[in-house]
């Protein structure tokens, strides 16, 4: 079984999708993956300092390259969705001209996008979000959604701006934050709208509690890695969008 080699591009305060999305991939019943990341600096999540991280999207890309890698991630969603709708198209579309500058045809997704496409996947169009975000940064992820056709019926943004402690929010803080929104006319929850805020052990309880599909920006990251590799987007364990089709 050959190993199919991801590519990430993290914030360099980001430990947790390097943590999330291997474990989702691991338990994947048909293929082997190896993880490679490259990191841009950001310590505080603020308008300044994420588009001073994006500025250091070539390097990061450039150094992927040279690890031939099979598909790379843009891990930073509000990085992407802070800069206005569309912009994990326009940065999708940068990312694979720059590799097919260096001959190679990786498939280039991004967090932001992968949340897109996991919730169209779903097919459900009313949802809740759970962020970690200071407020004005939670209203441009909102924004940026009902930008792509959904309609967010209610959101929580627990106020981090420190992205090292968003990885060390306690799971009960983040439940907490679910039960509090009026999930009464939502079809979907995202429960982690960021790869940094841990979240992977909470997917399936909450869609117990719930009686609605849960995902996470790892869980829709790890579900677009898989479909475009053409491999099943099937992972045990991970939500309903990661569920094995009837």
Same mark, same amino acid.
Request: glycine share 8%; aromatic share 4%.
């Given at each position: 079984?050959?190993?199919?080699?991801?590519?990430?591009?993290?914030?360099?305060?980001?430990?947790?999708?390097?943590?999330?999305?291997?474990?989702? &991939?691991?338990?994947?019943?048909?293929?082997?993956?190896?993880?490679?990341?490259?990191?841009?600096?950001?310590?505080?999540?603020?308008?300044?300092?994420?588009?001073?991280?994006?500025?250091?999207?070539?390097?990061?890309?450039?150094?992927?390259?040279?690890?031939?890698?099979?598909?790379?991630?843009?891990?930073?969603?509000?990085?992407?969705?802070?800069?206005?709708?569309?912009?994990?198209?326009?940065?999708?579309?940068?990312?694979?001209?720059?590799?097919?500058?260096?001959?190679?045809?990786?498939?280039?997704?991004?967090?932001?996008?992968?949340?897109?496409?996991?919730?169209?996947?779903?097919?459900?169009?009313?949802?809740?979000?759970?962020?970690?975000? &200071?407020?004005?940064?939670?209203?441009?992820?909102?924004?940026?959604?009902?930008?792509?056709?959904?309609?967010?019926?209610?959101?929580?943004?627990?106020?981090?701006?420190?992205?090292?402690?968003?990885?060390?929010?306690?799971?009960?803080?983040?439940?907490?934050?679910?039960?509090?929104?009026?999930?009464?006319?939502?079809?979907?929850?995202?429960?982690?709208?960021?790869?940094?805020?841990?979240?992977?052990?909470?997917?399936?309880?909450?869609?117990?509690?719930?009686?609605?599909?849960?995902?996470?920006?790892?869980?829709?990251?790890?579900?677009?890695?898989?479909?475009?590799?053409?491999?099943?987007?099937?992972?045990?364990?991970?939500?309903?969008?990661?569920?094995?089709?009837?």
């Amino acid at each position: 079984m050959s190993i199919r080699r991801i590519g990430l591009v993290v914030p360099s305060s980001n430990v947790t999708v390097e943590t999330e999305v291997p474990a989702l &991939l691991g338990r994947h019943p048909e293929a082997r993956f190896s993880f490679h990341s490259s990191r841009m600096r950001m310590h505080t999540v603020s308008p300044e300092e994420l588009r001073a991280m994006n500025a250091q999207r070539e390097r990061c890309v450039d150094e992927l390259a040279d690890a031939g890698v099979d598909a790379v991630l843009y891990a930073c969603l509000v990085a992407l969705m802070a800069q206005g709708p569309g912009e994990h198209q326009r940065t999708e579309a940068a990312v694979t001209e720059q590799f097919a500058k260096a001959g190679q045809r990786p498939a280039v997704l991004s967090s932001a996008g992968a949340l897109v496409e996991g919730l169209n996947a779903l097919g459900e169009r009313r949802i809740a979000l759970v962020t970690p975000y &200071l407020r004005p940064l939670a209203e441009q992820v909102v924004e940026y959604l009902e930008a792509e056709g959904f309609e967010v019926v209610d959101w929580a943004a627990l106020e981090v701006g420190d992205n090292a402690e968003v990885g060390c929010i306690p799971g009960d803080r983040i439940m907490a934050a679910a039960r509090g929104l009026n999930l009464a006319g939502a079809d979907a929850l995202v429960i982690s709208a960021c790869v940094q805020m841990p979240s992977l052990d909470l997917v399936e309880p909450a869609e117990a509690e719930f009686g609605i599909p849960v995902l996470s920006a790892a869980t829709a990251g790890a579900y677009t890695l898989l479909r475009h590799l053409g491999l099943p987007p099937t992972v045990p364990g991970a939500g309903r969008l990661l569920a094995s089709p009837a």
